[in-house]
């Protein structure tokens, strides 16, 4: 059985965010790294990627409504077991127990994120629509899935969700309508409608650690600018990362298009000879 | 294993922290029953305003003026810079008074005892919580949850040390074992003083004074590898304290009364008594004020 991680990149930013975390993956891991892209790759990076394929069909050309397209990833993956990361993140550390613990799914989706200090976000400051309106607090900013009927059933009906995203969520989400489609609530609708996020959640482990950067949920009490802004970050030569004086571990979610800095793709760089 | 409290207890030209050691030790010797000794640099001051002392005390332990050894007591340069910081007396009455605070990383050397408990002066002790952490098996105990008893303040920089910051911990009270991982904890905590400028800038503290507060919060972060950690565990029962805006009225035998700051009431009060609960009491003034009250009537 094949297994990978997979980015969805739709505009060179979100390539290059993308080769970033690829370049993340490669310092800790041994796993193949695939990319599905219609943008360009620099030469330089697309050693980096294992396969770099064309996204099946598109039906989404507006940026604001290419997450439409997301749900053919579980049709577009090269593995049998995917891990679907956002471009935006950092793997902090190996992953290898962490493929193991999802050997337990069809899906697994992420119902809890972490603050940079290790706690649990309690805060809903982003997530009323889900709290209000009943739905499973569902992350998609990394999930995994294998290749299996449940698993094609739970996509099948995501591709429904997406393909008519409007009376999905004008029927599930009265109460905070989203102006912009989602991937975490058409998942989460999926969840909903199937009664299955207990089969594709976790509630009690804590070693599946996702840092969610988004600023208002830090539990911080002055909340200005961007995080990056407010808190100082550093990566060691060796690729220890550090925000606020806390080492990160696991999936860190920066969030923030503003916050990819020269120095942290040189280091990079650097470490993996690019 | 030998066990018991240190205290240390530095007067300034206004609090006087000897008396409330003398008066501290006694209640432990009541209620814990356990030695205690202190480390001051008022010997002759303390033997002359307690002629008891020697009794209240297991050790006094005198401060050497020099650079060279700490073999006999505890070092501290005669170039020492004391900090100054603004002491409250109730919501209004307030002066800036020197904070010699700057000894407490010495007392893994200092301790007579195998387990420690090193407690701050200013702690009105009225029950027997203490006892346990001598039973537990954690070598190092310390709180980082905290109660206000006035209830409505805004506590989150007893939390984390600043907004952004590490978790916030108390050395206030601080249990350990002489262990070769505390020496190294301790050791680092000097590390950490003898550099706060640096370290108060990596962590972004902002506060012009020394705090050990903040060294050991520092210090207990970095023994856990700089994310959350077992380096640490919680002191047993809870750490309830009063700021110096409250005015700590009376207090008898086990039971404590308070003017509690009432919220947005500026000079008004309210007034509040516990019974056998051990409480921070930060309003030195008033503290002392009740001690010499209870000394008199002893």
Not at chain 2, 49 to 56: H, I, L
């Amino acid at each position: 059985m094949s297994n990978g991680f997979l980015f969805y990149a739709d505009g060179n930013e979100y390539v290059t965010q993308a080769c970033l975390s690829a370049m993340s993956i490669k310092t800790k891991n041994d796993v193949s790294i695939s990319i599905i892209t219609k943008n360009k790759i620099l030469p330089k990076y697309q050693g980096l990627f294992d396969n770099i394929l064309e996204p099946l069909w598109l039906e989404h050309d507006d940026s604001r409504y290419s997450i439409l397209n997301r749900w053919k990833l579980y049709h577009n993956t090269p593995y049998d077991k995917t891990i679907v990361l956002d471009t935006d993140t950092l793997v902090l550390q190996n992953l290898n127990l962490w493929w193991k613990f999802f050997e337990n799914y069809n899906l697994f989706f992420l119902n809890k994120v972490f603050t940079y200090r290790s706690t649990i976000v309690t805060d809903n400051y982003y997530r009323k629509l889900f709290e209000t309106n009943h739905l499973p607090n569902l992350y998609s900013g990394m999930h995994y899935f294998l290749k299996s009927q449940k698993s094609k059933d739970f996509f099948a009906l995501v591709e429904l969700i997406s393909k008519n995203w409007e009376m999905f969520y004008g029927q599930f989400c009265k109460e905070y309508y989203p102006k912009y489609p989602s991937m975490d609530v058409s998942f989460s609708i999926a969840s909903k409608i199937l009664d299955n996020d207990v089969e594709i959640t976790n509630n009690i482990v804590n070693f599946v650690k996702f840092v969610h950067m988004k600023k208002n949920i830090q539990n911080w009490k002055n909340v200005t600018g961007e995080w990056h802004d407010k808190v100082g970050t550093y990566l060691s030569p060796n690729l220890d990362f550090y925000v606020g004086n806390y080492l990160q571990t696991g999936i860190f979610h920066y969030a923030s298009k503003n916050f990819l800095l020269d120095n942290i793709f040189k280091k990079y760089e650097k470490f993996l000879g690019i | 294993m030998s066990k018991g409290i240190l205290l240390y207890a530095r007067n300034n030209s206004k609090i006087d922290y000897t008396k409330q050691a003398y008066f501290l030790a006694k209640r432990v010797k009541n209620i814990l029953g356990l030695p205690t000794s202190i480390v001051t640099d008022s010997e002759l001051y303390l033997k002359t305003q307690f002629p008891d002392c020697e009794k209240v005390f297991d050790k006094i332990i005198p401060i050497v003026w020099s650079e060279n050894s700490n073999i006999d007591g505890t070092i501290l340069s005669k170039f020492e810079n004391h900090f100054y910081k603004l002491y409250r007396d109730g919501t209004i009455s307030k002066q800036k008074l020197a904070f010699k605070n700057q000894l407490r990383s010495s007392a893994y050397d200092v301790t007579p005892y195998n387990e420690t408990l090193l407690l701050d002066t200013d702690i009105v002790l009225s029950n027997t919580n203490f006892l346990h952490c001598f039973e537990q098996k954690n070598n190092f105990q310390i709180y980082h949850e905290s109660f206000d008893l006035a209830g409505f303040r805004d506590y989150s920089e007893f939390k984390y040390i600043n907004d952004i910051g590490i978790k916030f911990y108390w050395a206030t009270i601080v249990f350990f074992r002489k262990t070769e991982e505390n020496k190294i904890f301790f050791d680092l905590l000097k590390h950490i003083q003898d550099n706060w400028n640096h370290y108060k800038s990596v962590f972004q503290i902002n506060q012009s004074y020394f705090r050990n507060d903040h060294a050991f919060s520092i210090a207990i972060h970095i023994m856990n590898g700089y994310t959350e950690g077992d380096f640490a565990s919680s002191l047993p029962g809870k750490l309830y304290y009063t700021t110096d805006k409250d005015i700590c009225w009376d207090i008898d035998k086990n039971k404590i009364t308070f003017l509690l700051e009432k919220e947005n009431y500026v000079g008004e009060y309210t007034l509040a008594s516990w019974n056998d609960v051990t409480i921070h009491v930060m309003n030195k003034f008033s503290l002392n004020r009740c001690i010499d009250k209870e000394l008199k009537n002893v």
